[in-house]
């Protein structure tokens, strides 16, 4: 019986004894030893119930045996769903109560707190702690390893990834095994991915770009990895002289050109940085290319849809630009108002089309409805035009949306949670430019009539609710929020105000 992606990706290596795994001063983790991991991860998951279609869900940390869990969900026909550490356990009970997962895999920190919202959702909570340890590795131990693959096709889900939306609620991108794979194929080709390659992996690996867009090439391709816990500029400076490839957000390729250690030599071994998840300014690119030699190679992606469109290997990586999109996929520029298709040159609503575009929203027909036109194009909120050589640019964006390090934040999840605070009467949550972020968040609140805000009595009670990365850098208390005559609060005069005040941060 095959299995779609698993037989793809993980299978044709299991029996290898070459190194798939780099981690420093510990010993390399080879594909076999990957595998034997996997089958036993797969084992544990069948002993506990998991079958075809279950959700796993797993916020745990960046591992060999965290990346292990994902392919031995694949292996059991399961649902992988990823969750960013950084969610407070408030943030995580949303996920496990809408997707109902089987089993929820945490750090043993975590365990006394997700256990229970765990239980009342039918899920058993099990550990899985960043040095491997833990009730899960306990049980894979005991299992019984699990060799054959379950039965896939190719419609299958094989993830749910939660993506925050500008309107309510959270919403689950269904990922099938055939938008995963056909996504990777196509990618490993046009970046020419082989297994003479050792790629910098140091992105997290609960979002597209971290799991399904490095790990997934880097598995089609039988190449190596520095499997790298986080960013961090020594570890990525240690591994670059003998890797080949990087993918980074910009936030990566800023931090790196502030090391005076980032150097023409230091990369001559590489041929390619890639960087995506937001945008790359123009300025960047051209500092990176006179710095190294390298010109960064920029492509643009969504959770819904992985990636869409990519500067090409060969042709000319145009900075400021997304590039061409990838064959197999369509891109189309629309009225923001009407649908109606417009011209090349004009700036509109970007619209995605292909075998990448996800299959819709976990249990929410009317939102897919929303985003998901009947001819199958996906409504992306991003604003772009296609230059007349067919680059596409993207210009901005329609979804009230930061981007922060690479982290989607949706202003309207957190002014929710500022109007629930004591004493706060509205607030609004905006972008304002940071160095090293891209963007940084900012809050604007006004208190009730008689009530003195204090903006870091504010941050306090905001942890617990909010995860770190999405709490407002700095917050400002006003009179009242900026409005049109038809009532809407004018973002664009708080971003203008606001433009300048977290230019210091870092
Ligand atoms: C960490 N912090 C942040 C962020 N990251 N605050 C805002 N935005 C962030 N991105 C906060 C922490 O809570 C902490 O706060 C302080 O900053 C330092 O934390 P630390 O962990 O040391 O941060 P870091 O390691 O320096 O992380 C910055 C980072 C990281 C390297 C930029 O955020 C990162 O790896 N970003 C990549 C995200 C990504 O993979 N995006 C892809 C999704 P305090 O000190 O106050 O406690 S988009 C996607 O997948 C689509 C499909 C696509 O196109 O790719
Ligand atoms: P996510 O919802 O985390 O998948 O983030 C997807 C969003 O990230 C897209 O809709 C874009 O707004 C943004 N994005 C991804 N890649 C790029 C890029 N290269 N340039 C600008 N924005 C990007």
């Not at 108002?337 to 089309?353: F, H, N, Y």
Request: proline share 6%; glycine share 10%.
């Amino acid at each position: 019986m095959a299995n779609h992606l698993f037989d793809a990706l993980f299978g044709p290596h299991a029996q290898s004894n070459e190194q798939f795994l780099l981690l420093g001063d510990r010993p390399a983790m080879t594909h076999r030893a990957f595998a034997g991991l996997m089958a036993r991860y797969a084992g544990a998951m069948r002993a506990h119930g998991v079958t075809r279609g279950d959700r796993v869900a797993v916020q745990v940390a960046k591992s060999p045996q965290a990346l292990a869990v994902y392919g031995a969900c694949i292996k059991c026909g399961a649902v992988l769903l990823p969750l960013n550490t950084a969610y407070t356990p408030d943030e995580i009970a949303y996920f496990v109560g809408d997707a109902e997962p089987a089993l929820l895999l945490c750090d043993e920190a975590a365990e006394s707190r997700l256990a229970p919202m765990a239980a009342d959702a039918g899920a058993t909570a099990m550990t899985l702690n960043s040095d491997g340890s833990g009730s899960f590795a306990d049980a894979a131990a005991a299992a019984e390893p699990f060799e054959t693959p379950a039965a896939a096709e190719a419609g299958d889900l094989a993830a749910i990834l939660y993506t925050s939306g500008t309107t309510g609620r959270a919403k689950g991108a269904m990922l099938s095994h055939e938008n995963l794979l056909s996504n990777a194929q196509v990618l490993r080709e046009l970046w020419r991915f082989d297994a003479e390659d050792t790629l910098v992996h140091a992105l997290p690996i609960f979002h597209t770009h971290g799991l399904f867009v490095a790990v997934n090439i880097a598995l089609l391709a039988g190449a190596r990895m520095h499997f790298l816990p986080k960013f961090d500029v020594d570890a990525i400076i240690g591994a670059i002289p003998a890797a080949t490839a990087m993918m980074g957000v910009p936030t990566f390729y800023t931090r790196l050109l502030d090391d005076p250690r980032l150097t023409r030599e230091l990369t001559t071994n590489m041929r390619l940085f890639i960087s995506g998840s937001a945008p790359l300014l123009a300025e960047t690119h051209e500092r990176f290319e006179a710095r190294t030699g390298h010109r960064i190679l920029e492509r643009y992606g969504m959770t819904e849809t992985n990636m869409n469109t990519s500067n090409p290997y060969d042709g000319e990586r145009r900075a400021g630009t997304v590039g061409l999109p990838l064959p197999g996929t369509e891109i189309r520029i629309t009225d923001p108002q009407s649908g109606r298709e417009l011209a090349d040159g004009e700036t509109g609503m970007i619209e995605v089309r292909g075998p990448n575009v996800f299959k819709g929203y976990w249990r929410m027909p009317e939102k897919t409805a929303e985003e998901k036109r009947e001819n199958g194009f996906f409504i992306t909120g991003d604003l772009g035009m296609i230059d007349p050589d067919g680059y596409l640019r993207i210009v901005g964006r329609q979804k009230d949306l930061i981007i922060s390090g690479g982290y989607n934040i949706y202003p309207k999840e957190i002014e929710a949670t500022l109007d629930d605070l004591p004493g706060v009467l509205e607030s609004a949550v905006i972008a304002a430019p940071h160095a090293d972020l891209g963007e940084g968040v900012v809050g604007v609140i006004v208190g009730e009539p008689g009530v003195q805000i204090d903006p870091e009595e504010i941050v306090g009670l905001l942890s617990g609710k909010l995860a770190r990365f999405k709490q407002p850098r700095r917050i400002f208390v006003v009179d009242a929020l900026p409005r049109n005559t038809m009532g809407k609060v004018q973002k664009n005069m708080l971003r203008q105000q606001y433009a300048d005040c977290l230019q210091q941060s870092r």
